[in-house]
């Protein structure tokens, strides 16, 4: 009996050090599910808002957990997993994930509770730190990640500057600098990743041949020339955000459209199916169709946004992450098939991204959850008066 109560504390003790080890060389399977928790939390705190449970306007609080909670965890998820096994160099240490994990948590926490500069600044420590972890994996590298992941490293860099121009200017909001640093934090940081890792991803949902390129720590001259495009459409993204801060729209926003646009055609592989890219391209299509209605109608550019974020974003990091999940829970053989449950959370997305979209065009008075709260707010007043009546009458 003593050698089987033993045996189960050493049992107990191995789980828990497999499940570490595999958490440090799969991140992602701590950071899904912590995306996922952050974007149901940002998406609740306009339920609480409109019920009258809250009284701040969640506005900033709700933009900055779902691009530096909910985004920012697959983010980090995917290239933590992904990028060791590119570069052929070794998986992320315990210490390096518990880091990271804690500062996504503290700056999430932050925001909900409305210290958004310090929320911005542990989310800038958190960036900064992933750069060096991933760095440091790149100069050990034994192989060259793919030369679109330029774009992935902009896209990281952007969030890095965003995040801290947007700390330095958190209470003058009208200021370039904070609209830059916006446009750097929620847009650049989650777009330009995108774009980098796209082309990477449907080349294996659709099992194409791998990149031409020999493996080679080496930067060969193909490498470098691919590198260079991909960095100047990376580029040109963000200036096209700096020059709309000097009030020269709508032409930077035609701009940016076009050039996402040409980009997704030039380097996007578009024969071939299969359910997962289908989806992914849809995902894609529907960014470069965000960012044309942005341009198109500049008046109504948050809800026009919505389409990038809520019917774009959303159902490419959807996709990315089933894939992901998937292929390494041994169950790879489902990519090719219809998912049931991947339907019916698209078609979720899909009406919230219309329903979104449709309100910005409507008055604001005419909102359901803005009469709610009218309603609520009539009761709660005639309830006051009742009760300085009475405290008068005794």
């Known amino acids: 009996m003593m050698q089987g109560m033993e045996a189960r504390p050493s049992n107990v003790e191995g789980r828990r050090t497999r499940s570490l080890a595999q958490i440090c060389q799969e991140p992602f399977r701590i950071f899904f599910p912590t995306g996922i928790f952050l974007g149901l939390v940002a998406v609740s705190l306009w339920l609480f808002f409109y019920l009258g449970a809250v009284a701040t306007y969640p506005g900033v609080a709700h933009a900055r957990l779902m691009v530096e909670g909910f985004m920012a965890s697959f983010i980090v998820g995917f290239l933590g997993t992904a990028g060791p096994r590119l570069t052929s160099t070794p998986h992320f240490s315990l210490v390096e994930v518990a880091a990271l994990f804690t500062l996504d948590l503290l ?56 995040a801290a121009l947007v700390a330095w200017s958190e209470d003058a909001q009208y200021t370039r600098a904070y609209q830059f640093g916006s446009a750097l934090l929620n847009e650049c940081f989650v777009l330009l990743p995108v774009l980098g890792v796209a082309p990477f991803f449907l080349g294996k949902l659709l099992d194409l041949p791998s990149s031409a390129l020999p493996e080679s720590r080496a930067f060969s001259r193909q490498w470098k020339y691919d590198a260079a495009i991909n960095a100047v ?33 030039w380097r996007m592989p578009w024969r071939g199916r299969t359910f997962l890219a289908d989806y992914l391209r849809i995902g894609l299509v529907l960014v470069a169709t965000g960012f044309f209605a942005v341009a198109l109608w500049p008046n109504y550019r948050i809800g026009e946004l919505h389409i990038v974020f809520i019917t774009g974003f959303n159902l490419i990091v959807f996709t990315v992450a089933t894939r992901v999940v998937l292929g390494h829970s041994g169950n790879l053989d489902r990519v090719k098939t219809r998912l049931w449950f991947f339907i019916f959370v698209s078609a979720l997305l899909f009406l919230h991204g219309l329903s979104r979209d449709r309100r910005s065009f409507a008055p604001r008075a005419d909102h359901p959850f803005a009469r709610r709260r009218r309603l609520l707010a009539r009761r709660f007043h005639r309830l006051d008066d009742q009760s300085d009546s009475e405290s008068d009458g005794h």
């Open 107 to 162: 700056a999430a926490g932050a925001h909900t509770a409305g210290a958004h500069r310090f929320g911005d600044v542990c989310f800038l420590i958190c960036l900064f730190l992933f750069v060096v972890i991933l760095l440091k994996r790149f100069r050990a590298r034994e192989d060259n990640p793919p030369p679109n992941f330029v774009l992935v490293a902009l896209g990281v860099l952007s969030g890095i500057a965003g």
């Open 233 to 265: 459409v990376a580029l040109s993204i963000v200036a096209s955000f700096f020059v709309e801060t000097t009030g020269r729209a709508p032409l930077p926003a035609w701009f940016r459209a076009f050039v996402i646009a040409l980009y997704l055609f």
